[in-house]
């Protein structure tokens, strides 16, 4: 002590904390929470972008195959050859007119009888209705009725008009009258009232 009487500046005070290692991991723990980053935005998800190529590449496949250049041409059928330009409606349910048999979408329904009764009386009494003077195919027209309904709830969740479908005929170019006529006859007995013959392209306009 000095003569004085007074304690030197700093003599007496209690010697200065350590900082707290516990402490110091809460701070720092703090920092990290506040500098933290969404992982999402750290990399690139593909997933979401593989689901949406698989939903377009299903349509384009389904596009190709309901288009003209599709249809696989064979002895059976022959698709008849036209000057039209326009492209195909890819809006209806298929049927199919062969040589041989009639299809809906992939379904046969009905297996035809040579070239020459045909021409006469059509598919034949057997798959008529009333005799071989009647328009209506019986087993056609039940295919088209599982099909109108289907399609009748496809058009009502696009906002389409659900009082009557379309139809997409794929015939065979040899195809008798008398056959297409009751085939047309068949789909407008069951509320079918459009109809798109599919054709090749082909040839010239004449002058």
């Keep these: 002590m000095s003569q004085s009487g007074q ?5 007496g005070a209690p010697p200065p904390k350590k900082p ?4 110091y991991k809460a701070e720092l723990r703090k920092a990290i929470r506040r500098n933290a980053i969404e992982p999402e935005i750290n990399f690139l998800n593909i997933t979401a972008m593989l689901d949406i190529m698989t939903i377009i590449l299903v349509f384009l496949l389904k596009s190709l195959g309901e288009s003209s250049a599709s249809v696989p041409q064979s002895d059976d059928l022959r698709l008849p050859k036209s000057i039209v330009r326009t492209q195909p409606s890819d809006e209806g349910v298929v049927v199919t007119v062969s040589k041989s048999q009639i299809l809906v979408a992939d379904d046969r329904v009905v297996t035809l009888p040579n070239r020459e009764s045909m021409a006469q009386t059509g598919v034949g009494a057997r798959n ?12 056609l027209g039940n295919a088209l009725q599982a099909a109108r309904r289907t399609d009748k709830l496809i058009r009502q969740a696009k906002g389409l008009d659900p009082a ?12 008798p009258y008398r056959l297409l006529i009751e085939v047309l006859f068949t789909l407008g007995q069951n509320e079918f009232g459009k109809y798109h013959l599919m054709v090749m392209q082909g040839g010239s306009a004449s002058p």
Excluded at 7 to 11: E, I, T, W
Excluded at 20 to 23: A, D, K, N, Q
Excluded at 128 to 139: H, Q, T
Excluded at 164 to 175: G, K, L
């Design 164 to 175: 009557s479908s379309e139809a997409i005929i794929i015939a065979d170019e040899t195809t």
């Design 128 to 139: 008529k209705r009333s005799g071989p003077n009647d328009l209506y195919i019986v087993p």
């Design 7 to 11: 304690v030197p500046p700093g003599a």
């Design 20 to 23: 707290s290692i516990v402490r």
